[in-house]
Structure formats: C-alpha cells, structure tokens
C-alpha cells in the first residue's frame, strides 16, 4: 500500500517549491495530482460564456493564461514548473484526477469538451509515468424518468470510456471509476457507482470489452460518508477492483475534503472509520491510499501546513497500520502478548486462532499462573526467555510506558497491537481491577 | 386499487379508539398503520426497561383491543398494517430482556395482528453489523428471528415486512439493516421460497431511505412484488423528523430535496397497488391540536396526489 498526498491545498502549481518540500519533508514519496487546478469545475460550467472581445478574456490573453478547457493540449504546460520540481526532488506523481463537473451541473453539451480534456490529461499521464488517473463517470445522474433513461446514462459512459481505453492503452495508464453523487435539488445523494453491485458491473464489463484490465475503481470515502453508505459492504464487494482509495472526511452533509478524525460530533466521528478499515483489511488493500484533505489544508495557515503535514501523515500511517495489521501479525514465528485485559480479550477473540500467542504477561502479580481467555499470565520476566524472532505485542493503551519498561529489560520486537478497529466486537467488555 | 392510509398514533387514543378512525375516515383515509409499538416504546428498551402490557394473555390483549378493533370497523377503516415493537433485540441487553422480546413480544405481535385481520406486519432487522464485523452475519441473526415467526405467519396469512432503518455514528445517520435491495429481495425470494408461502416482503420508508441518499425509482423498481406496505413521510436529509412530503428544500429555488418524483415513478413502474401509508405522527403534534383534523386531511390530500400521479391504469 502507497500513501500518497493529494496535491490540492498544498501545491501551487504556478509557485510549486515550497508545497513539494514540505510534502517530502513530512515523509511523502509520492503525490496525487488534481488536474482540475487547471481546468476547475467553474470554468466548465462557464465553458463558451466568455466572449472573446470581453475584458477578461483581454486579460487572460495579455497574461498569457489560456482556458485549459478551450485548450487542452496546454495541461503539460501548466504543470511545467510543478514536474520539474517533483522531477528534481524525486517526488512521484502515482494518480492523476482529471477535470470534473461540479454535482449540480447544468451542462449537459460538454461531451466532447470533456472527451478531449480526458485524452490530454490520460497523454500527460503517460508522459509523466503516472499509472493511474480518476476519470468521473460522465453524467453522473442515476436512475431519472425510466428503466431507458438508466440504460442510456450506462451506455453513453460505457461508449466514453471505451474512447478513452485506447489512449490509455496507448499511455500505459490505468482508468479508475469513481462512486458519485449528485446533487437533488442541493440534496446530495447516491449518483453513478454508487451502488457496489453496478461499481463492480460497470469494471467488468469495460474491461471486457477493453479486453485487458484497463479499469479499475477509486472509492471516495467522503462520497460514501455523504450518502450513508455502509463501507464494509461496499469494499468487500468491489474486492480488488479498488486500486485506489481517497481518505477524506466531512459531516456527512456538505462536501468537503477535512483530515481524518477532525469531523467529529458527540464525541464520536462522522465518518465510519471502522467499517471502512474493516473493508480494506479484508479484501487486502494494497493500493494508493490518497489523502485528500485540502479543506483542512486550506484554513490553516502556510506556517502551520509544515507540522499539519507531518501529522497527517502520522495519521495516514495510522490507517495503514490498522489495515495492514495481518501483515504485522504474520511477520513473526512466534507472538507473546503483553497484558491481561480486554485489549487481550480481543486479541483472542479475533486472531487467537490464526496467531496463537505462546502466552501473555502482565504486571499485576495477581494474574500471574491464571489462565486468561485460554493463555496462561506470566510474568513480564518470562519476556527474557523467549524464542528469538518472538514479536511482543502490547496489549494496552498505556503504549509506550510498557515499551520503555520492555526496553529496559532488554526485550526485542516490541509491537504495539489496537482493538479499536476489530473484525467483530464482543457485546460487552470486562470489568478490570 | 391503491388506498391512503395514516398511522394511529397521535389519532387513535385507547379511551376511545372510534373517535380516532373517524378523524381519519373523515380526513379521506381508507386504511390505518397500527401503531403496536407504542405498547412498548423503544425508548424504554433501549433503557432495558420493560413494561408489563406483553405479559398479559391472548384473550386479555384481544380484549384490550377488541374496542380498537370495533372502533375501525364502525368507522369504515382497514387495518391495513402495523408495526412491531421495536427494536426485536437490544445489544448490550440481557438474555432475558432479548428472549422476552422474540418469544414473548413478537408471537403476541403476530396474533394482534391476526386479530386485527391485519395482511402486513413490519419488523426491524436487528442492529448487529458492527458487534458482528458484517453485514451477512447480522442478516442471519434477522432471519433466525424471522424463521421463528414464519410458520405462524403462513398459518395466520400474514406477511411479515423488513423495513429499510438505518443507523447513527456522530449524529449522522448511516444505512443500517435491509438498506441493499439487491439483497433484500434475494433474501425475500429465498424465504419465501423456504416457506412456500409469501410470508416474506418489504416495507420501503422513505423518510429513512432519504437519509441515506437511496434513489428511490431504483430501490422499488428492484423490489417489484416483493414492496408490500410503505412509510411515507419527509426529513431534511439529517434527521428522521417524519415530516409531510414536500416540506423541505435547500436550494434558492426552493424545490423538494426529496425525491418524489421518483417515487412515483417507481410505484407506476411496479403497478402498485398497495397502501399509501403515511407515517406522519410527528407532524400531529408539532400542530396545534386544534387544527389536527386539517392537517390530517391536507396529508390525506397528498395522498391523492400521489394516487394520481402512480396511477398506472
């Protein structure tokens, strides 16, 4: 799995120097690139409606800024100074999303203004070695006015992103749907992809008629938070069609791109972390996980970006961690826990079976010589005697308190092990003296 | 023939039960949505408190219910359906609480409603996604509940309907149980087939369906034969306020931001020829009780605008 920055909200692609260093500095490899910061959702709608004997047209043309959207061969050139500074500081750029309609459009005559901005920016991928780009379904409405209707919005898409498969292949590039919503009269509910089952239809069928897995799919968690969508189910379904994953959170009522664990109400998260953790975990994500948070991005100001970007991707590791934690479970021959409690109880609970601990250990003498959830406690002393190649997995919130005591006692491959993120969950939890 | 109907609550009232139908039948309502629930509130269960109304027998609950029974027929309103009490199993509870509630309250349920000479009884899906890590092993613990009431209602000619609900998390509401309706009418056919008997359907809540951005058009059409009954009613897409259709908007041009349109359309494509049930109690009390009797007909009203417009004759 790749964590990768979306560049909206921290790179000027004009000025684009100090965004990228701060991204490398945080510990980004590797950036998504929004195309749409040089052909934006406003400049579509307002595609043909600028005349050109108006002032601002005059002015563009004197300062040599021409429409992407009138233009679109020039995206390469937009993004000149941004790629020869990734170039120079050997940041890579994995996904590209292109240019999108906003969710209440009333343009329905951009077809092939879209087709042509689509092509550019699949050519522009390929010249950059960008692997993947987003490409939104094209008319994003679901089902309207009849079973016809549904047929012809499938169709027409089908029909588009056939056109476009043959430039990908062209360019090396991958297609990725995108789950969409629209707008209902400023209600924003489920659009095209939204449904796992059509997602999963829509892939298949392109690729089977590209005749090679030229499409793949990006699911946006913020668009599943908007339409209350249960992200397990809808993960698990499109299996390993998901080759990229766009980590966002938002209220769940207006679209906006925050860091993870700040849309927060009662105490709890708006967005349903756990069961999105639990989908990627168990189809075995190992994708681009894309953290898009320009919302959070843009409020802050530039002197506090530098540290927001390092915490954000503590946080995106985080996640990583949590998906991947089989992946830590399996790294060792053999695994001891250390703690005696619920965090244990779960641990049990849901990989007992699969990881069997030798045993585990706490500090409080009473437990020790009892058997606890089918391990025996042992004494944090017995951590001396282990096999090697044992990993230590604390089970215990009080983390690194535990890992200075371990450290000192000269313990090797300690790991910290969470329950907050579980495949299942008892009912109730324990008690603990 | 598709027929409007409003629920009990907030209308028919225990001391006089024949009073209520009649506001009902006089507002233009042909049918009723039996409020059973609120014999044993949700609220309470989810404090783990029982009352004592399931305790009492069969001959006492008909007893109880027979001036309710009696009330509607004189006033000339169907039973069409009624809800269970809810939730059918409360996470966290105890044993005795959870076994109460299927092997006490959901067969006393059942016999109320074939008391009634009620077709159609809703339940919730039990809320288990989460404790259980999958939405699969929260739907076997439904139909276990499920099979258990199955033979009765093939015996009694009912169908029992699983209902679209949803859950919360920081306040805002995510999909919850029955929300896929691929699935849900996978399942039902499977049931039903088990059972060789439609004992098995659907109850499509709107309300609930859009606040979780469900295209409408969408989820009837895929139901088809298998949508039974329906809860109509109307939210802001935050909170399930079960509002009047047509009340909310959120743009300039102040048009619905729920989509009706697509619900009519899906109930003509289907040729549906149920109950057009609202479930509108909320609305009754935010009123003025004096003006009850107008706004249950201006819902009854909407009703025929619904009729209208579905009609696919």
Same mark, same amino acid.
């Given at each position: 799995?790749?964590?990768?920055?979306?560049?909206?909200?921290?790179?000027?692609?004009?000025?684009?120097?100090?965004?990228?260093?701060?991204?490398?500095?945080?510990?980004?490899?590797?950036?998504?690139?929004?195309?749409?910061?040089?052909?934006?959702?406003?400049?579509?709608?307002?595609?043909?409606?600028?005349?050109?004997?108006?002032?601002?047209?005059?002015?563009?043309?004197?300062?040599?800024?021409?429409?992407?959207?009138?233009? @679109?061969?020039?995206?390469?050139?937009?993004?000149?100074?941004?790629?020869?500074?990734?170039?120079?500081?050997?940041?890579?750029?994995?996904?590209?999303?292109? =240019?999108?309609?906003?969710?209440?459009?009333?343009?329905?005559?951009?077809?092939?203004?879209?087709?042509?901005?689509?092509?550019?920016?699949?050519?522009?991928?390929?010249?950059?070695?960008?692997?993947?780009?987003?490409?939104? =379904?094209?008319?994003?409405?679901?089902?309207?006015?009849?079973?016809?209707?549904?047929?012809?919005?499938?169709?027409?898409?089908?029909?588009?992103?056939?056109?476009?498969?043959?430039?990908?292949?062209?360019?090396?590039?991958?297609?990725?749907?995108?789950?969409?919503?629209?707008?209902?009269?400023?209600?924003?509910?489920?659009?095209?992809?939204?449904?796992?089952?059509?997602?999963?239809?829509?892939?298949?069928?392109?690729?089977?008629?590209? !005749?090679?897995?030229?499409?793949?799919?990006?699911?946006?968690?913020?668009?599943?938070?908007?339409?209350?969508?249960?992200?397990?189910?809808?993960?698990?379904?499109?299996?390993?069609?998901?080759?990229?994953?766009?980590?966002?959170?938002?209220?769940?009522?207006?679209?906006?791109?925050?860091?993870?664990?700040?849309?927060?109400?009662?105490?709890?998260?708006?967005?349903?972390?756990?069961?999105?953790?639990?989908?990627?975990?168990?189809?075995?994500?190992?994708?681009?996980?894309?953290?898009?948070?320009?919302?959070?991005?843009?409020?802050?100001? =530039?002197?506090?970006?530098?540290? #927001?970007?390092?915490?954000?991707?503590?946080?995106?590791?985080?996640?990583?961690?949590?998906?991947?934690?089989?992946?830590?479970?399996?790294?060792?021959?053999?695994?001891?826990?250390?703690?005696?409690?619920?965090?244990?109880? *779960?641990?049990?609970?849901?990989?007992?079976?699969?990881?069997?601990?030798?045993?585990?250990?706490?500090?409080?003498?009473?437990?020790?010589?009892?058997?606890?959830? !089918?391990?025996?406690?042992?004494?944090?002393?017995?951590?001396?005697?282990?096999?090697?190649?044992?990993?230590?997995?604390?089970?215990?919130?009080?983390?690194?308190?535990?890992?200075?005591?371990?450290?000192?006692?000269?313990?090797?491959?300690?790991?910290?092990?969470?329950?907050?993120?579980?495949?299942?969950?008892?009912?109730?939890?324990?008690?603990?003296? | 023939?598709?027929?409007?109907?409003?629920?009990?609550?907030?209308?028919?009232?225990?001391?006089?039960?024949?009073?209520?139908?009649?506001?009902?039948?006089?507002?233009?309502?042909?049918?009723?949505?039996?409020?059973?629930?609120?014999?044993? #509130?949700?609220?309470?269960?989810?404090?783990?408190?029982?009352?004592?109304?399931?305790?009492?027998?069969?001959?006492?609950?008909?007893?109880?219910?027979? =001036?309710?029974?009696?009330?509607?027929?004189?006033?000339?309103?169907?039973?069409?359906?009624?809800?269970?009490?809810?939730?059918?199993?409360? @996470?966290?509870?105890?044993?005795?609480?959870?076994?109460?509630?299927?092997?006490?309250?959901?067969?006393?349920?059942?016999?109320?409603?074939?008391?009634?000479?009620?077709?159609?009884?809703?339940?919730?899906?039990?809320?288990?996604?989460?404790?259980?890590?999958?939405?699969?092993?929260?739907?076997?613990?439904?139909?276990?509940?499920?099979?258990?009431?199955?033979?009765?209602?093939?015996?009694?000619?009912?169908?029992?309907?699983?209902?679209?609900?949803?859950?919360?998390?920081?306040?805002?509401?995510?999909?919850? @149980?029955?929300?896929?309706?691929?699935?849900?009418?996978?399942?039902?056919?499977?049931?039903?087939?088990?059972?060789?008997?439609?004992?098995?359907?659907?109850?499509?809540?709107?309300?609930?369906?859009?606040?979780?951005?469900?295209?409408?058009?969408?989820?009837?059409?895929?139901?088809?034969?298998?949508?039974?009954?329906?809860?109509?009613?109307? *939210?802001?897409?935050?909170?399930? #306020?079960?509002?009047?259709?047509?009340?909310?908007?959120?743009?300039?041009? *102040?048009?619905?931001?729920?989509?009706?349109?697509?619900?009519?359309?899906?109930?003509?494509?289907?040729?549906?020829?149920?109950?057009?049930?609202?479930?509108?109690?909320?609305? #009754?009390?935010?009123?003025?009780?004096?003006?009850?009797?107008?706004?249950?007909?201006?819902?009854?009203?909407?009703?025929?605008?619904?009729?209208?417009?579905?009609?696919?004759?």
């Amino acid at each position: 799995m790749k964590i990768i920055c979306s560049s909206s909200g921290f790179i000027n692609p004009v000025r684009p120097r100090q965004g990228i260093s701060d991204i490398l500095k945080a510990g980004f490899g590797s950036i998504s690139l929004d195309l749409d910061a040089c052909c934006s959702s406003l400049e579509l709608e307002q595609y043909g409606k600028l005349r050109k004997d108006n002032e601002e047209w005059r002015y563009m043309e004197n300062y040599e800024y021409l429409p992407i959207s009138e233009h @679109p061969t020039k995206v390469g050139c937009f993004f000149e100074r941004l790629l020869a500074e990734c170039q120079s500081r050997n940041l890579q750029i994995s996904v590209a999303h292109a =240019p999108y309609l906003s969710r209440d459009t009333k343009r329905t005559d951009l077809s092939e203004v879209l087709f042509d901005l689509y092509k550019e920016s699949i050519r522009f991928c390929g010249q950059i070695g960008c692997k993947y780009i987003v490409i939104r =379904p094209f008319c994003t409405s679901s089902v309207k006015g009849s079973a016809a209707s549904y047929e012809s919005v499938r169709m027409s898409n089908f029909e588009y992103y056939l056109r476009l498969a043959a430039v990908a292949r062209e360019n090396q590039v991958m297609i990725l749907l995108e789950n969409q919503c629209h707008s209902l009269n400023g209600h924003l509910v489920r659009g095209v992809c939204s449904d796992s089952f059509e997602a999963v239809e829509w892939v298949d069928t392109l690729n089977d008629r590209a !005749g090679e897995e030229r499409f793949g799919f990006c699911l946006d968690v913020g668009v599943c938070t908007l339409c209350g969508q249960d992200m397990h189910e809808f993960t698990v379904t499109l299996g390993k069609r998901i080759k990229a994953v766009i980590l966002r959170d938002c209220d769940g009522q207006h679209e906006s791109s925050l860091l993870p664990f700040t849309s927060v109400c009662m105490g709890q998260p708006q967005t349903d972390w756990l069961c999105m953790i639990r989908g990627l975990r168990e189809i075995g994500f190992d994708g681009q996980l894309i953290l898009g948070i320009r919302d959070t991005a843009g409020v802050f100001s =530039p002197l506090l970006r530098p540290p #927001l970007l390092v915490f954000a991707k503590a946080v995106a590791d985080y996640f990583k961690w949590q998906i991947e934690i089989e992946n830590l479970l399996r790294k060792y021959s053999f695994i001891v826990l250390f703690g005696a409690g619920n965090m244990c109880r *779960n641990y049990m609970k849901c990989y007992g079976e699969k990881y069997p601990p030798l045993f585990t250990c706490d500090n409080n003498r009473k437990m020790w010589g009892e058997n606890f959830c !089918g391990l025996e406690v042992k004494s944090p002393e017995e951590l001396k005697r282990i096999p090697d190649g044992c990993g230590v997995f604390i089970c215990n919130i009080y983390y690194h308190e535990i890992e200075e005591q371990l450290r000192d006692m000269g313990v090797k491959n300690i790991e910290f092990f969470n329950d907050e993120y579980m495949p299942s969950f008892y009912f109730d939890r324990l008690k603990m003296v | 023939m598709i027929s409007i109907g409003v629920q009990t609550k907030n209308v028919v009232y225990d001391a006089v039960p024949q009073t209520g139908f009649e506001i009902m039948k006089r507002a233009g309502f042909s049918c009723a949505d039996f409020s059973l629930n609120s014999y044993l #509130l949700n609220t309470s269960l989810y404090r783990f408190e029982l009352n004592g109304f399931f305790d009492q027998s069969e001959a006492e609950l008909e007893a109880f219910f027979q =001036p309710h029974k009696k009330g509607a027929k004189n006033a000339g309103i169907e039973i069409h359906q009624m809800h269970m009490p809810y939730p059918n199993y409360v @996470p966290n509870g105890k044993k005795e609480l959870n076994d109460y509630l299927w092997n006490v309250v959901a067969p006393k349920s059942m016999k109320i409603c074939a008391f009634f000479e009620c077709p159609y009884i809703v339940v919730h899906g039990f809320k288990l996604s989460r404790n259980l890590g999958s939405e699969e092993a929260e739907w076997m613990q439904t139909e276990k509940f499920l099979d258990s009431l199955a033979p009765m209602a093939k015996e009694m000619g009912i169908t029992v309907c699983v209902e679209n609900i949803y859950n919360g998390i920081g306040g805002h509401i995510m999909e919850g @149980p029955c929300c896929n309706v691929r699935k849900a009418a996978e399942r039902i056919d499977r049931f039903n087939e088990k059972y060789h008997a439609e004992v098995l359907g659907f109850c499509f809540d709107t309300g609930h369906a859009n606040l979780v951005g469900i295209d409408f058009e969408q989820f009837i059409t895929e139901l088809g034969r298998r949508l039974k009954v329906l809860h109509i009613h109307d *939210n802001d897409g935050v909170g399930d #306020l079960h509002q009047i259709p047509f009340t909310f908007t959120r743009t300039r041009e *102040n048009t619905a931001s729920t989509d009706w349109e697509g619900f009519i359309r899906g109930l003509r494509k289907i040729k549906y020829d149920g109950a057009l049930s609202f479930e509108t109690a909320p609305v #009754l009390t935010a009123f003025p009780e004096e003006m009850k009797e107008q706004v249950l007909e201006f819902i009854g009203q909407i009703g025929e605008y619904f009729v209208r417009n579905i009609c696919w004759v």
